[in-house]
């Protein structure tokens, strides 16, 4: 599937915004964690390759979440990719698949809660923004899901009721040219059938009688029928 302007628009802004967001949290990451050069830049090149594949987001969303999901576990720099890849599951996939993804995302919170977190201890306070940040993020792809479906129902009906307002004006000039059709072609059998003299004046008409008669027999046969029906 091509990808629109707008899509192209909203893939690039939301690469932004995960690039943003890792650059903000790289200072405590920075401070927090006594790690060595050669692990910051692995962390930041996880993090740079996950905001890239972003852009696979619309064709393996599922697959997306799930791999940087694990990935999360050793990089700390994945966390603006994890929220737009979360985000896009909960916006294009149905509510189980989300469901499943998000009982993926939370499954680390019970072993924190269970070790005994200290509230005083900066990573605390890291680990439950995190879960929140991931929370808010489900919570807001699922309301653009269902803005989506209702806005897809009110177009779908806008549309059949205009197709039905379609139709009936169809068959009401239908209705309406049928009667005027069988109007005259009543009035001209009762002439061809009254008047058949008129045949000596200037030319024979009993060709043209007759095919008017067999012409209204089959406007008024519908009609007849109807009637005997009811």
Known sequence: MRRTPRDWFADISLFL???GFSVLASESVVHELDLSRAELIADQSAGALACAALFLRRRWPVQ???VLLVTGAFSHYVTGPIMVALFTVAALRPPRTTGWVAMLAFAPLPVFLAGGPDPDQPATGAALTYFALIAGTIGWGLFIRSRRQVIASLRERAERAEEEAQRRAR???????????????????????????VAGWCYDIRPARRAVTTASRRVWAPSLRMAERR
Do not use: Q
Not at 174 to 190: F, G, I, N, P, Y
């Open 17 to 19: 915004f995960a690039a």
């Open 171 to 197: 068959e009401e000039i239908a209705r309406e040219m049928h009667d005027v059709l069988a109007h005259r072609l009543s009035a001209w059998r009762t002439i061809a059938h009254r008047n058949p003299a």
């Open 64 to 66: 997306l979440a799930v």
